[in-house]
């Protein structure tokens, strides 16, 4: 079966196993079945129930160590496109020398859409689809589909198959293609993959994975050990060139300080290598085990300067519809909205929530004044209010459509009015003396907007496409020199970034809430970091600083909102306006 795998590897990939150079690899002991090692047991069985991949089938096999005991969940490996490595030798001496723990293989091949005829028309291979493609569509099929159904089985004499729940419990690999697969896997759900096996990885341009060693270095690291092999023979083709993309990704990893090992060598694109170091990857990864693997500390300088260690995300309130226009005050008091709901809620500085007693009628943007008033975009009676300290309500703006609100130290407001994602947005000013005018009109659903620390800057998100846009603010409030400013990272599964509220802190970086996270540009436009957000049942929406030192980041998600203390401090607009240093060029 190996055999024929790679041979679907070079036909895909437009080589013949004819073009493979002459290869020779010491052997492994733990590859070559030893005497009076127990033997595991290989089961063979079918899937054709998937949600995820509708219409799909596959096959997979699932070992099962001699040692293992069904009254402890066992670790888990899984393996893209069925046995390979000499898997179950290995496993089973590595696992009789105790240089791994009693560990459970699954070994899944790509599913395939059978066609109703088959002498008349070919299945549909979703090899491609499924492990090529960005996104946790793979890592749900296996954690929601596939581990569940082995868990029904048994072993031929009768003992059930649990698989530990724990992600320091299981590791995940594979070749080629199979390889971005499992790292993407790990990638996206670091939870429950620790440990990754990446042999002639496909991390070009196919599906997007070519992104790969950008977002690693942007993204702050995740838990995750990988063992990368590759030979400079591999693929050099119309995707990109296999070899050096291998090597970008182990630079990437190194940068952002993952535990990495690579085996480099002069192979090509073939399984020979990999099964030569499989033994030792596995060894590699299970080391210290069950010490668990850590993130490591990134050299990429804006998440070092904006994240302390050993800070995570801290849950604030839970139990909401849909969470949005979160501001805080002078003294650094958070308010948020969930505008389904008409409710306002304000978090002290003792940390404790209150629900404010009054009907927020379904507003969203939230900001405050420079005289401490909370203004807000009130979208049930399309009024733009304000309220003092003592709560008391003032229609700033009547028959005013909205979403998002700025207010500067000079008094100006400026306003988002999106219209659906085809229609023109609106941005508009409203003066101290209530005069309102109409400065822009074009973005794509104009969402989220903020203004620089120096207040000479307002920056817009345009939901519906990868931008923000930037506009320079006149001496008359108007707005002039609009600019398609930053550039903003797309998630292969999503067709626009959907950028929604954006602050800064006081040194000028911008952060921009979105599908991917929190994207952190520099002042120049160029996202330096992307900070992950806890998984809810949507994007994170909106932020902003907080807390006596502004110092503390809070965030709507959907049902739910976070906080996290971080080494930046907030910009305020209600503050007199401050220049920052210049950008780095």
């Given at each position: ?25 010491a ?13 595991g047991?290989?089961?063979?069985f ?80 979703n ?57 993407t ?52 083709i ?66 070092s300067?904006i ?19 979160i ?9 948020f ?22 009907d ?42 909205g ?64 931008w ?118």
């Open positions: 079966m190996k055999k024929i795998v790679f041979a679907l590897f070079m036909l895909w990939h437009g080589h013949s196993l004819a073009q493979t150079p002459a290869e020779n690899y052997e492994d002991p733990a590859s070559v079945e030893q005497a009076g090692v127990p033997k047991e290989v089961l063979k079918e899937f054709a129930s998937s949600k995820i991949f509708p219409g799909t089938w596959r096959e997979y096999w699932v070992y099962v160590p001699a040692q293992y005991k069904p009254d402890k969940p066992a670790c888990v490996y899984v393996n893209q496109d069925g046995i390979q490595w000499k898997a179950p030798t290995v496993f089973d001496n590595l696992i009789h020398k105790k240089e791994m723990p009693v560990t459970i293989g699954v070994f899944v091949m790509h599913g395939k859409v059978k066609a109703d005829n088959e002498s008349a028309a070919l299945d549909r291979f090899r491609s689809f499924e492990y090529d493609g960005l996104g946790d569509a793979y890592a749900r099929f296996i954690l929601e589909e596939l581990l569940p159904e082995v868990e029904k089985k048994t072993t031929s004499d009768g003992r059930p198959i649990r698989l530990s729940k724990d992600g320091n419990d299981r590791a995940i690999g594979g070749a080629s293609s199979g390889a971005v697969c499992a790292f896997a790990a990638w996206e759900r670091p939870d429950a993959f620790s440990r990754v096996f990446s042999a002639i990885g496909t991390y070009v341009g196919l599906r997007g994975a070519h992104e790969y060693p950008t977002l690693i270095r942007k993204y702050a690291p995740k838990p995750i050990r990988v063992y990368l092999q590759d030979g400079t023979n591999d693929l050099n119309y995707a990109g060139d296999w070899w050096k993309s291998n090597e970008l990704m182990e630079r990437a990893l190194v940068f952002s300080g993952y535990e990495v090992k690579h085996a480099w060598g002069e192979g090509a694109h073939n399984g020979k290598h990999g099964t030569a170091v499989f033994p030792e990857a596995m060894r590699w990864l299970w080391k210290d085990y069950p010490k668990p693997v850590t993130a490591g500390k990134s050299k990429n300088q804006f998440v300067e994240l302390l260690d050993n800070q995570d995300w801290e849950l604030v309130g839970e139990g909401y519809t849909f969470t949005e226009g501001a805080a005050n002078a003294a650094g008091e958070v308010y909205q969930d505008i389904p709901n008409s409710k306002t809620y304000k978090i002290g500085l003792d940390g404790k929530l209150v629900t404010l007693d009054l927020a009628k379904k507003s969203s943007g939230t900001a405050f004044s420079p005289d401490g008033k909370r203004y807000v975009v009130a979208g049930g009676t399309k009024q733009i209010l304000s309220y003092d300290a003592t709560g008391k309500e003032t229609v700033v703006a009547d028959n005013q459509t979403n998002d609100i700025v207010v500067a130290s000079n008094g100006n407001i400026y306003i988002t009015a999106p219209n659906g994602v085809t229609a023109p947005s609106k941005l508009y000013l409203i003066r101290p003396n209530g005069e309102k005018i109409e400065v822009d009109e074009g973005l794509k659903f104009a969402n989220g907007l903020t203004l620089s620390p120096d207040q000479t800057q307002l920056y817009v998100t345009e939901s519906a496409s990868h923000v846009w930037v506009y320079q603010i006149q001496a008359d409030g108007r707005l002039a020199h609009k600019q398609k400013y930053g550039w903003l990272h797309v998630r292969d599964v999503d067709e626009n970034a959907w950028s929604d509220g954006l602050k800064c802190d006081k040194d000028g970086r911008i952060y921009v809430t979105s599908l991917s996270g929190i994207q952190v540009l520099d002042q120049t436009g160029r996202v330096n970091a992307i900070l992950t957000v806890p998984k809810t049942r949507g994007q994170v929406s909106n932020l902003c600083f907080g807390g006596p030192d502004f110092d503390t980041m809070y965030i709507t998600c959907v049902d739910k909102v976070f906080r996290r203390k971080v080494k930046v401090k907030g910009a305020n607009t209600f503050d007199v306006p401050h220049k920052p240093a210049a950008p780095k060029l």
